[in-house]
């Protein structure tokens, strides 16, 4: 059996062949269809290129005379970090800010019930595994989610006995902070995303602390993800592609899972390919896992060498829901659900993301609306920078606390933000009291701001 740094294995004799007709260059994507064996593959050039920008222009996205203005604004950041740094127009986004996308990694939330239910404490790392796995099949959608404002918050009930909490604790650097919990578990995660332009490609990296807590195993876990990469975002058909290793650690025990994402070559090889083991604490291998992140997770028993065992079967552990047919924004089942007033508490925050009016002039096909919206959100939170430095006052988000906790990760070290408990205080403060009147959530103007004094909001 290889160390588990020798398991990043390749996608076979298909991504070899593969790769050796990199050199061909972008003439060959117009012609592979009609290669014998391969009708009805997704031909992706892996380089990028400006085969499919009519594509995408019919798409009601980008328009050639937009890229071509937007290359020349973007072209001098090649090399820089992009998060906050570049205004972006409308028409890339999704009417979704960063906050509720990280609510989308609860939609399979069942399988850390059957995590924390488990006996087996390797089998407990598959469920596990496969519940990370399964937020990538929202990852590949290619519109751009709204960066949240300071003090945004996002709520969500109604699913699983979960409740959930995230807020922008911080605008410069961008981090957001989350905590989910039901009778089986308790998420928290602290996240930072750091970006490389590129040119025609942005690099992603995933800086950020996630914990795990298993209440009935009484097991905390950590996750490391791959990095991802959204492609061809300015010429061409953009794509995002995750290649590289997720590591999940059970940090009281020592075990652990490397699962490794495929790259993408030519013809669509190895895209969406996941492959590894779950090991002990010793590092030997206890069962293998296989699927495609956009598809479903399996697993089967193993022997030292890596090998199934005999005798044993190879199991589906997690397979995606079926999603709705030619959604505009390649929205899931639970996307629509987590943007709905439906996963709402009844006494919703005023913070809350659902009701942030770019957001919701974009959900019902506005653009003009959307992008006047934005620009007003973000002159305001400037406004409130400018106060906030005049008076010297520190910025204290309202759930979350800084602790002195500084967390290394493969891309940088992150400061560390803890849940302190205050929201559900306030959740059962909410459900206790008997005069709260029922207000049209919908009414509710959104309002993340510590200073009221400042121009109105509306303005």
Not at 30 to 38: A, D, E, P, Q, T
Not at 66 to 72: A, C, L, N, V
Not at 234 to 253: A, E, H, K, Q, Y
Request: proline share 6%; aromatic share 12%; charged share 25%.
């Amino acid at each position: 059996m290889a160390p588990i740094s020798d398991q990043k294995q390749g996608a076979g004799f298909f991504a070899s062949f593969a790769s050796t007709l990199s050199s061909f260059g972008s003439a060959m994507s117009k012609s592979v269809n009609g290669l014998l064996g391969y009708e009805g593959l997704e031909i992706i050039n892996p380089d990028g290129g400006t085969e499919d920008a009519e594509i995408e222009a019919q798409k009601g996205r980008w328009k050639q005379e937009d890229r071509d203005s937007y290359w020349k604004m973007m072209h001098k950041y090649i090399g820089s970090d992009v998060t906050s740094m570049v205004t972006l127009p409308v028409l890339i986004f999704e009417p979704m800010t960063m906050l509720q996308k990280m609510a989308e990694l609860m939609e399979y939330s069942y399988l850390l019930d059957l995590a924390d239910e488990c006996e087996d404490p390797h089998m407990r790392l598959v469920y596990a595994a496969s519940w990370f796995v399964s937020l990538y099949f929202a990852v590949q959608r290619t519109w751009k989610p709204f960066n949240p404002i300071l003090g945004e918050t996002y709520e969500m009930v109604n699913h699983g006995g979960i409740t959930f909490i995230a807020e922008q604790v911080s605008h410069h650097p961008p981090m957001s902070a989350a905590h989910a919990e039901n009778e089986h578990f308790v998420y928290d995660i602290t996240s930072k995303l750091k970006t490389k332009f590129l040119g025609n490609s942005v690099d992603i990296y995933p800086v950020g602390r996630t914990r795990l807590t298993l209440k009935r195993a009484g097991v905390v876990l950590d996750l490391v993800p791959p990095p991802s990469k959204a492609n061809n975002i300015i010429f061409g058909r953009t794509w995002v592609d995750s290649p590289g290793d997720m590591i999940l650690t059970n940090l009281t025990t020592g075990d652990k899972v490397v699962l490794y994402f495929q790259p993408c070559g030519w013809f669509g090889a190895g895209r969406y390919e996941v492959d590894g083991y779950v090991y002990n604490a010793q590092e030997e291998p206890k069962f293998l896992m296989t699927g495609k992140w956009n598809e479903f997770m399996s697993y089967q028993a193993c022997d030292a060498e890596g090998e199934p065992k005999p005798g044993s079967e190879l199991k589906e552990v997690w397979r995606v829901a079926e999603a709705p047919k030619n959604d505009k924004f390649q929205y899931t089942h639970f996307a629509h659900k987590i943007n709905s007033f439906d996963t709402a508490p009844k006494k919703l925050l005023p913070s809350d993301s659902r009701l942030r009016p770019d957001r919701l002039a974009l959900e019902h096909g506005d653009l003009s609306k959307a992008g006047l919206e934005k620009t007003r959100l973000e002159e305001r939170q400037r406004a409130e920078k400018r106060t906030r430095e005049a008076n010297g006052d520190e910025y204290k988000p309202k759930w979350f606390d800084l602790t002195d906790e500084i967390a290394s990760t493969p891309w940088g070290e992150l400061e560390v933000y803890r849940y302190n408990g205050e929201y559900g205080q306030h959740c059962k403060a909410v459900d206790n009291s008997e005069s709260i009147q029922e207000v049209e959530t919908k009414s509710i103007e959104f309002n993340p701001w510590k200073y009221h004094s400042l121009p109105d909001a509306q303005t």
